[in-house]
């Protein structure tokens, strides 16, 4: 690429005209509100690489001149044209906008756009200034995103320069705003923005007004007062305690205990004074400015902590000095004087009266106090063990300033003071508690600093510990299967491995299942009572309480059953006696109206406690069968309610057809496992509550619940322990006249139910799901047989087998009995081969059992067929 010259320049000045003409062209609006992007100008660099080849190495540092010198050119052309506030001025945005855009694509320096900012912001006043800020502001994001390291340091020049144009009294927004760029565009952990030399801001010099002393009658001589060491040199002309010359009475650390607060006037210099330490703390170096703080301090407390302050004002206006320090002139302030404080003597009271202001002071105080202390021994000798690079930044260590051991001591008796005074009040506790936190942030920072402000960049995460966390998330968020142990259910594997015999026995004892007797509490709760009054101490009589109220809230709950008119006479809760007594009426539970006129039998529990689980097709009788039965043994027996989205109907009501639930209340509990099954029927949810069946099991009754065959599939796959039985109609013809009789179905649903029944009973026949098939043929004969079955656990004649009750599905009991069993069964079969004769069987209406399937029933089995 030998031979780059002018001609090469011009060139490219011409495509970067054409550029700036298209862009011009693009879009009339303000462009420093709108980025122009690189397809509006429809950007292909083939010109670029026309002129300059496909440069690499040296040769691209040669198109990197080039294209400077050229936008440089165009730079300065419309800048000697037109002013910032001109419309034509918008060329100059457009123009930075495309060198972004060739930074990014690497075609020029990355750092060309921010040395034209710097450039830009030296040729404009302070108000041009701002609009260059907005055109910065507005594509912080794009033009900081790449290439950052090759920027910063044009962006950190050209933002100090500004601020140090601006004044920060006059023009605070706008310092604002600079260093907001600033803290957005670099990386929190950043060092070239850090005051790693731990510099104080000198600059900012608290003047105040210089009083007459008390005794004067010269009148107001004006006079000054500076806080720097210049003039602390200088010995103070007034008898107005200074910094230099502490007053002795304020030493030590009784401050706050026995010093009176000094009058309003007195205080005043001393306490603006204080500003020279709480603004550059290095001056605490010296002995005699420590001095002075102490005092200074003190006396700030003395007063603050005075039920005073709002009254000791001073009247007398003409003892009031006239002049400010240096003889500055109202000028000169406003060059120099920070807008921190009102240090007007007029204004003292007001101030020191104001809980914000105190607060305001206080806090710088704790900040010193704080520097102060980490210069301690205690601190050094922490620091010392710390680890700490090999490098240290020294400038925050001052490893040549100790404080003694008795200025830590007053330190931290005064923070404690500080403290204390600042949690006083409404919010105090929640003020200081914030305090508290930047001042810890603080001594991080500066811990950071001595570390010479390690990255706090922590690393990327890799794509394997994301898909790592991506599955456990999964895994633990996604709806779970049913637990093979229902929670809080124990696990009774161990019985099977060791003396099984005897852990079965063990189960068989009565005690286990039976509800106690109520006289078996009385002795036990005579015995708590004695406990009660011989106990020793708080311990074990609170011990024997706790005992006590068990025993009697379990003795209250048998009771309940049959002697709930002695409640009645219980007039205080330790004192249960009555409900052991014998001569006492006992009230009948009421099951319902018409009670006496049913056959209903005294509590006959079956033995075989577990739930019992009835499916069936819609209409072959479940619902009148367990009606039966639990009128029949209402003791024995609790009808399970399924959870409902689907709406009441009128004749239906919560609680009693059914538990009618939100969608949303529906999923809380679907979604806390909380369903034994559930399932969707027309668009409507219905669901078998654990709790539900746990609180009939709770009340000694065994739990009836009625559900379709997938619930079944469900409480099975949960190995949910039941009894499951199956009710099938004696046919197709008599099933659909039940649902006929229902009343209530169209034709249309009869049909789809017909054909649902049929893939149920086809199912029922193939699988080992049900423990018992019972045909409702004639209605009383089938309800003998399921009381037979239930609490005898005797087969009803209808099924093939009955499966052990420990969940043990290849073990056959017995053998199918009846004409309408058509084929033994082949105990061992896999779960795969049931499922996969189950498919065929629903799949094909001309399936017929094979040799090895379940019980069937072949009378359905036929009208199946026929269907
Ligand atoms: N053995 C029977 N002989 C004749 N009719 C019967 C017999 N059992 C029940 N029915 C009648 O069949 C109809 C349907 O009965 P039921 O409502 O109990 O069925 P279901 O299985 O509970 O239906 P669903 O599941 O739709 O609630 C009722 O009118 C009932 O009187």
């Given at each position: 690429m030998a031979g780059l010259g002018v001609e090469v320049v011009d060139a490219f000045a011409e495509y970067l005209r054409a550029l700036l003409d298209k862009a011009e062209a693009v879009n009339q609006v303000d462009r420093i509100e709108v980025p122009l992007t690189k397809s509006e100008l429809d950007i292909s660099y083939e010109p670029i690489r026309n002129i300059f080849g496909s440069a690499t190495g040296e040769d691209k540092k040669r198109q990197y001149a080039v294209i400077e010198t050229a936008v440089r050119d165009a730079f300065n052309s419309v800048l000697a044209s037109t002013t910032?506030?001109?419309?034509?001025?918008?060329r100059l945005w457009n123009l930075l906008d495309i060198v972004s855009i060739f930074s990014d694509d690497e075609q020029c320096e990355p750092a060309l756009l921010f040395w034209l900012v710097e450039e830009l912001l030296d040729s404009q006043t302070i108000a041009g200034c701002r609009k260059v800020f907005d055109y910065l502001e507005s594509r912080r994001e794009r033009i900081t995103a790449k290439h950052f390291s090759q920027k910063n340091l044009a962006i950190l020049r050209s933002c100090n320069d500004l601020l140090r144009r601006l004044s920060r009294a006059e023009d605070t927004a706008f310092c604002g705003r600079v260093f907001m760029f600033m803290f957005q565009s670099f990386p929190l952990g950043e060092r070239s923005t850090v005051n790693l030399r731990g510099e104080y801001h000198t600059e900012n010099v608290t003047t105040f007004e210089v009083l007459p002393p008390a005794d004067s009658s010269a009148g107001t001589e004006a006079e000054q007062m500076d806080l720097d060491e210049e003039s602390a040199a200088k010995p103070a002309s007034k008898p107005i305690p200074s910094i230099q010359e502490p007053p002795s009475t304020a030493r030590g650390v009784t401050f706050s205990k026995t010093d009176a607060p000094m009058s309003a006037d007195e205080l005043y210099p001393i306490f603006w004074s204080l500003q020279t330490y709480l603004n550059q703390p290095k001056k605490l170096f010296n002995q005699t400015s420590f001095g002075a703080f102490k005092t200074g301090i003190e006396a700030t407390m003395a007063m603050f902590k005075s039920p005073q302050i709002n009254h000791n004002g001073r009247s007398d206006e003409s003892k009031r000095g006239t002049k400010r320090k240096r003889s500055q002139s109202d000028d000169d302030l406003a060059n120099a004087f920070n807008p921190k404080y009102l240090t007007s003597r007029d204004l003292f009271e007001l101030e020191i009266s104001d809980l914000s202001f105190r607060r305001n002071i206080l806090v710088q105080v704790l900040i010193v106090l704080d520097f102060l202390l980490s210069l301690s021994a205690k601190a050094k000798e922490k620091l010392a063990k710390a680890k700490l690079p090999d490098n240290p930044n020294k400038s925050v260590m001052y490893a040549d300033q100790v404080l003694g051991d008795e200025d830590s001591k007053w330190a931290v008796e005064m923070k404690k003071s500080i403290a204390d005074y600042l949690k006083q009040g409404l919010e105090g506790p929640f003020f200081y508690r914030m305090v508290e936190t930047v001042l810890s942030r603080d001594k991080n920072w500066v811990r950071w600093k001595i570390e010479n402000c390690p990255s706090i960049a922590k690393p990327a995460v890799t794509p394997a510990e994301y898909l790592e966390s991506k599955k456990s998330a999964k895994k633990t968020t996604t709806n779970k299967r049913i637990r093979p142990h229902p929670l809080g259910s124990l696990d009774l594997k161990f019985l099977a491995e060791n003396d099984a015999q005897g852990g079965l026995e063990r189960l068989k004892d009565p005690s286990r299942y039976r509800l106690p007797s109520i006289k078996s509490f009385q002795s036990k709760i005579d015995l708590d009572d004695m406990d009660i009054e011989m106990a020793r101490d708080d311990e074990s009589k609170n011990a024997a309480i706790e005992a006590k109220a068990s025993k009697a809230w379990r003795a209250l709950r048998i009771a309940s059953r049959t002697k709930l008119v002695a409640f009645d006479k219980i007039e205080r809760a330790d004192k249960i006696d009555i409900i052991f007594q014998d001569d006492i009426k006992v009230d009948e539970p009421a099951v319902n109206g018409d009670e006496d006129n049913l056959d209903i039998e005294d509590a006959v529990a079956p033995t075989d406690k577990r739930p019992i689980a009835i499916s069936g097709p819609s209409g072959v009788g479940k619902d009148t069968l367990v009606k039966l039965l639990l009128e029949k043994h209402p003791k024995s027996f609790g009808k399970k309610l399924s959870h409902t989205t689907r709406a009441k109907s009128t004749e239906e009501a919560h609680g009693k057809d059914y538990f009618f639930v939100t969608q949303e209340e529906f999923n809380i509990l679907r979604d806390g496992d909380d369903f034994l099954e559930y399932s969707s029927i027309n668009g409507k949810d219905y669901g078998t509550s654990r709790k539900v069946v746990e609180g009939i099991v709770s009340t000694g009754k065994v739990p009836i619940m009625e559900m379709d065959h997938q619930g079944i599939q469900q409480l099975k796959d949960g190995e949910f322990q039941a009894r499951f039985i199956f009710l099938a109609p004696p046919g197709i013809p008599e099933l659909e006249q039940r649902l006929k009789q229902k009343g209530s179905l169209s034709d249309e649903s009869i049909k789809a139910k017909l054909k649902t029944a049929q893939e149920a009973i086809a199912q029922a026949n193939s699988t080992n799901m049900y423990d018992e098939i019972i045909v409702n043929d004639e209605l009383q004969s089938t309800f003998a047989k399921l009381e037979s079955y239930i609490f005898k656990g005797k087969d009803t004649g209808e099924v093939s087998k009955i499966i052990q009750l420990d969940g043990a599905q290849d073990e056959i009991k017995e053998e199918l009995k009846t004409e309408e069993i058509a084929t033994p069964v082949a105990g061992n079969e896999s779960a795969m081969e049931v499922d996969e004769k189950a498919a065929v069987t629903e799949g094909t209406s001309e399936a017929v059992p094979s040799q090895d399937t379940a019980p069937t029933i072949t009378t359905v089995e036929a009208e199946a067929r026929e269907t």
């Open positions: 910032i506030d001109s419309p034509a001025f918008s």
